[in-house]
Nanobody, 124 residues
């Protein structure tokens, strides 16, 4: 069983910054990691995907403001979020999958393992 635990969420004013962390249990080798978010009343959407430690995708709405990284030794992924906007408000989820396809999916159905989420609230 793989467990993922996110942390780092909180409430900030627009223009502020947060750093999200996700620690993955060491029960299985994970090839793909991703951050998703879900705003109130909206579907969950992909924010970034990380394949073998290399960030492969950023959603257009966060490109240039968010930076994802992975520490494979510590089995952790991070996401630095700068210049936060009210529309960044939502529950942020860490996701992982151990299958190997040479890339990572951007659809939530691709990922088998999920964390419980951490809330990010950005006020104007």
């Amino acid at each position: 069983q793989v467990s993922l635990v996110e942390s780092g969420g909180g409430s900030v004013q627009a223009g502020g910054s947060l750093r999200l962390s996700c620690v993955v249990s060491r029960d299985v080798n994970v090839n793909c990691m991703a951050w998703f978010r879900q705003a109130p009343g909206k579907e969950r959407e992909v924010v970034t995907t990380i394949y073998h430690g290399e960030t492969r995708f950023y959603a257009g709405s966060v490109k240039g403001r968010f930076t994802a990284s992975q520490d494979k030794d510590k089995n952790m992924v991070f996401m630095n979020m700068n210049s936060l906007k009210p529309e960044d408000t939502g529950m942020y989820y860490c996701a992982a999958d151990s299958r190997e396809f040479g890339t990572c999916g951007r659809n939530e159905n691709y990922y088998k393992f999920w964390g419980q989420g951490t809330q990010v609230t950005v006020s104007s």
